[in-house]
């Protein structure tokens, strides 16, 4: 394996709102750090009338890192037009200057947009980190057909990804499903690619001992629980239809909800179900679901769901939780059922209630197998392996690889 010991990483989401972007790029940035690689950041930051702010709290983040910042101003989105093109290249020529005062030698792009801004003016020994970009192209996407506008967007998204793509020497992709819409679209070649879910910290999460889980009563009910809050893809509806699907399954259940959203709604709408609802900070989310059996992930389907990766997952399955998830998400249902620790949730009833009793008559083997499935594939201990392989990849790489295939139209 090459040896890596400089990488600069270029984000070009903002970082400032605290969320599971920025969480994960903290994370990643830790991981690297305990390989003795020396981090760079150069931070892409829209411009617009929260940017002091924005770069205050942006500080205030990565302080704790010790990461040296370079930051770089620009349009957050400047419409399809000529002046937007301009910009970008403009930022692109601000973040090749400071990927080469500090020098490098691998280019880490978080995100398509970082990719291609770095591409612009040929970054050399460049990873494209797919995290999420494809979700906003794939919003697009669904309003391509309502005006000029969009379809407009739609096509300067595919120009910026496929520019992106082409400029990559090696791959970090979230999902089994997210890693086939990429070779569907792009002639990945000999270039590496790697599977990373979304990391975690799986040692945040007490999975309950064996003896916990075979004291006598404990095969009584299961306990299923939704953790999180509501989303536009995750609406209120759809939890309720999932937990009174479980609930015709004729296994006895216990259903809780642990949410930092307003629960009277919640209660309103399954009342029905006798669900028990917690109110939660998120640093008491590993003792709720100490407490749990099977936690479920139900969301719709759309072309975003298609290639995405809950961290949810990973954090039931780290507590020890067997997991359902909605069908159309990111091939999760099939992975996790392939690992005897959980399936879809849009399997007939009869089928979902095998799974159940299955899972209530063998509560500590399902235990111990999704929290080792955790530390196989969603903590950073195992994912520092493979992005470090994906580096050493990319730093081989001194030739720009060949450009994507033309999307079908």
């Known amino acids: 394996m090459t040896s890596i010991t400089r990488v600069s990483i270029v984000t070009s989401y903002p970082m400032w709102l605290k969320n599971g972007y920025a969480v994960n790029t903290l994370r990643t940035i830790e991981a690297v750090q305990t390989q003795d690689v020396s981090v760079h950041v150069v931070a892409f930051i829209p411009w617009g009338s929260r940017l002091e702010q924005g770069r205050l709290e942006w500080r205030e983040i990565m302080g704790a890192s010790g990461v040296e910042v370079t930051e770089v101003v620009g349009l957050p989105d400047a419409g399809v037009t000529l002046f937007r093109w301009i910009a970008d290249a403009w930022a692109g020529y601000l973040i090749r200057r400071a990927l080469q005062a500090h020098g490098y030698d691998v280019v880490h792009a978080r995100g398509v947009r970082a990719a291609y801004l770095c591409a612009m003016h040929r970054a050399e020994r460049l990873l494209v980190d797919i ?89 009584t009910a299961l306990v299923v629980c939704y953790v999180g809050g509501l989303q536009i893809y995750q609406p209120l509806e759809l939890i309720a239809q999932a937990f009174r699907k479980l609930a015709l399954t004729g296994v006895p259940i216990r259903f809780l909800v642990a949410t930092r959203d307003s629960t009277l709604r919640m209660r309103a709408e399954m009342t029905d179900l006798n ?51 909605s069908q159309g998400v990111g091939g999760w249902a099939a992975s996790l059922q392939r690992d005897g620790v959980g399936g879809s949730l849009d399997l007939p009833i009869s089928e979902l209630g095998d799974l159940l009793r299955a899972i209530r008559h063998n509560r500590g083997e399902v235990a111990q197998r999704s929290h080792a499935i955790a530390l196989r594939d969603w903590s950073w201990g195992s994912a520092i392996e493979r992005l470090m392989e994906a580096y050493s990849a990319a730093a081989v790489s001194c030739s720009m690889p060949p450009l994507p295939r033309e999307q079908s139209r």
């Open 131 to 219: 995290r999420g970009d494809m979700e906003a192209e794939a919003r697009l996407g669904l309003a391509s057909g309502l005006r000029g506008f969009s379809r407009a967007r739609v096509r300067w998204a595919t120009r910026e990804t496929n520019i992106a793509l082409g400029a990559a020497a090696s791959f970090v992709v979230v999902s089994e499903a997210m890693d086939g819409w990429l070779r569907a679209r792009c002639d990945v070649g000999e270039r590496v690619t790697r599977v990373i879910p979304c990391a975690l910290k799986v040692s945040m999460f007490q999975q309950r001992s064996v003896e916990q889980l075979t004291e006598p009563g404990c095969e």
């Open 275 to 325: 669900v028990h609802y917690v109110s939660l900070e998120p640093d008491e989310v590993p003792g709720i679901l100490s407490g749990c059996d099977v936690g479920i992930v139900p969301r719709n389907p759309d072309p975003t769901n298609a290639v995405a990766c809950p961290t949810k997952i990973g954090e039931y399955l780290a507590a020890g939780l067997a997991v359902l998830v």
